[in-house]
């Protein structure tokens, strides 16, 4: 795998490819972190995951977690979120989806520059924001 990211230069890859892949490293932390705290069927498992990862929740996860944020994350975000963005899901506006699409490039940004420690402690952060909503 490491391969792979080492081939990714940030200088150059789009917004929405770092939003791709921060949308399935954050999926795969939250289906962890819901695996870890119960064996439940996948089914019920996936209802679940949707409270998470949902484009609405994630715009809620910014609104909480901004200011928690270094300048260089935002400065991330904010380039995710106001990337060209030609389709919306149906269950969501544009200004929900874009603040998701910053979430994720950030997470993705974060994972292909391998800064784990923050990574986890923003997605950790964004487990309590929608938990305490």
Request: charged share 25%.
């Amino acid at each position: 795998m490491e391969e792979y990211i080492n081939k990714i230069d940030l200088q150059i890859v789009s917004n929405q490819t770092l939003a791709f892949i921060g949308d399935a490293v954050y999926n795969v932390y939250i289906r962890s972190y819901l695996a870890s705290r119960s064996y439940i069927q996948t089914g019920i498992l996936h209802k679940q995951s949707v409270k998470y990862v949902s484009a609405k929740a994630q715009s809620r996860i910014m609104d909480s977690i901004l200011e928690n944020l270094n300048e260089d994350e935002i400065n991330i975000y904010k380039r995710g979120r106001n990337s060209n963005i030609t389709t919306v899901s149906k269950n969501v506006d544009v200004i929900e989806y874009k603040k998701a699409t910053g979430f994720e490039a950030l997470i993705g940004e974060l994972y292909i520059q391998k800064k784990t420690a923050r990574l986890e402690e923003i997605i950790n952060m964004s487990i309590k924001a929608i938990e305490t909503c």
